[in-house]
């Protein structure tokens, strides 16, 4: 499931023209198979019961016993994690024209596995709970797995809740746009530390489970109704959770997928199947809204995405809240952004590719911009940005260690308390002719 973040769409519209008119389309986010992978950082939490009994322990041998309820366990689920992000499968349903992608160029950095001692953690599927009981307390021990080894509570790292919860419904956090404020977590619950739990599908279910919440925390809605995603197939395609490439054209295509519990009057014709039930059986009633997607209730078999359903994960990874989780190790120096015509950003928007403004046009910026420790800024001549209040920073904030170039007849201007997040002296090269101006006037 999801949380429900809905937003007015009219609204934000309004508020964020250039977003809109530019930025939104999906189809410019589609990755292919040579674009830079962007890595996310998480943290495993198990919560045990007080006297450290329940759930999965810190264990790292070889006996049977680890390799079912300790780190082994795991770490096999991280690693099943990247392994369906790298390696997705066709769809069950195909949709005539696409032409499916097997990598979301999106990978996972799991930075530690903490482990901690307490009763209503270990009974509860609440993620701001959760977030507050590792906000007052410390790991009882950490599996070390990185240099970083920071705790969870300063929320670098999307925190993965293992709980033992016996509401069975697991959440992904949704990320928010032009906010990066927001924490993202997910929690999963009873099952997953039970090995033969589900002797049919296993870890192979589970590592579904995980993959399904943690699209919820890059924005992705189910292909079914409920569950956070809108009550109408209306309401999916106003959220941006109905697309062609899923359920086909016109619209609604066969739309809602089939889901094994549904209030909505949309559903009422359709069938239940139980989570179990097989995509790929073609005698089942209605069995092309029965599907592999990992935006769907079959929890055995969620091993696709669509292309814009990728699409809609790389973009949050620009304007969302994602994308402070990304490492800064994502530069992609053979495709910058290309600034020709006049541009008014009023939102965050993180870049990992070059800035270019040119055709004598200008760029203006109120909000917070972060760009990649390489990436360079160039304002060609007769161009302009107009740093008005916004910031120019590196990734989460920092100092910026790329380049900006000013040519011969363009100008920086910063008016308003705009700043430069970056060693000026260093990394900024003013050719003959052009300027940096600081200003507190506003410009004529």
């Known amino acids: ?34 674009s830079p992978v962007k890595t996310v950082m998480i943290n495993f939490i198990v919560m045990q019961k007080d006297d450290g009994t329940g759930n999965f322990q810190n264990i790292n041998d070889n006996s049977e016993y680890s390799k079912k309820y300790g780190v082994p366990r795991l770490l096999y689920l991280y690693n099943g994690l990247n392994q369906r992000f ?11 024209g696409v032409v499916s992608i097997a990598d979301t160029r999106i990978r996972f950095e799991l930075n530690n596995i903490y482990f901690y001692r307490n009763s209503k953690g270990f009974s509860s599927n609440n993620i701001r709970e959760l977030e507050n009981i590792i906000g007052n ?22 925190n993965i809740f293992f ?18 404020s927001k924490k993202l977590s997910q929690v999963l619950v009873k099952g997953f530390n039970e090995k033969e739990a589900d002797p049919t599908c296993g870890d192979w279910a589970n590592i579904g489970g995980i993959v399904h919440e943690t699209c919820h925390n890059f924005g992705l809605g189910h292909t079914y109704l409920g569950g956070g995603t809108g009550k ?5 395609k106003e959220n941006e959770d109905w697309h062609y490439d899923v359920f086909g054209l016109p619209f609604p295509g066969n739309a809602p997928h089939i889901t094994s519990s549904c209030n909505s009057e949309e559903c009422k014709s359709l069938p239940l199947y139980n989570w179990d ?19 769907s209730n079959q929890v055995g078999s969620r091993t696709y995405l669509s292309p814009l359903q990728i699409a809609k994960m790389q973009r949050s990874t620009r304007f969302f809240t994602i994308n402070k989780y990304i490492n800064d190790d994502c530069y992609d120096s053979d495709k910058p952004l290309i600034i020709s015509k006049k541009e008014y950003w009023n939102f965050f928007q993180r870049l990992f590719e070059d800035l270019i403004i040119e055709n004598r046009t200008e760029l203006t910026i109120t909000s917070q911009i972060e760009l990649p420790a390489k990436a360079r800024i160039v304002i060609k001549s007769g161009c302009k940005i107009i740093l008005d209040g916004g910031t120019i920073s590196g990734v989460n904030n920092s100092i910026w260690k790329g380049t900006l170039i ?25 050719q003959k002719g052009g300027g940096l101006i600081i200003s507190a006037l506003p410009l004529n």
């Open 137 to 158: 307390s410390s790991p009882f021990s950490i599996f070390v797995c990185s240099d970083n080894n920071r705790n969870p509570d300063h929320f670098n790292e999307i």
């Open 406 to 430: 000013i040519e011969n007849g363009g100008v920086l201007l910063m008016k308003n308390n705009g700043k430069l997040n970056m060693n000026i002296k260093e990394n900024i090269v003013v």
């Open 1 to 34: 499931m999801e949380e429900d973040n809905s937003e007015n769409e009219i609204t934000l519209k309004s508020q964020f023209p250039t977003y809109y008119e530019k930025y939104q389309n999906l189809i410019n986010y589609i990755p292919s198979p040579d």
């Open 86 to 96: 790298s390696k997705l499968f066709p769809p069950s349903d195909y949709i005539n």
């Open 232 to 236: 109408t197939v209306e309401e999916m």
């Open 277 to 295: 039930a097989d995509p790929y059986d073609t005698t089942l009633l209605h069995h092309d809204r029965l599907t592999n997607n990992i935006m």
């Open 163 to 180: 709980t033992e919860s016996e509401n069975k419904q697991s959440y992904g956090s949704i990320p928010l746009f032009n906010d990066c």
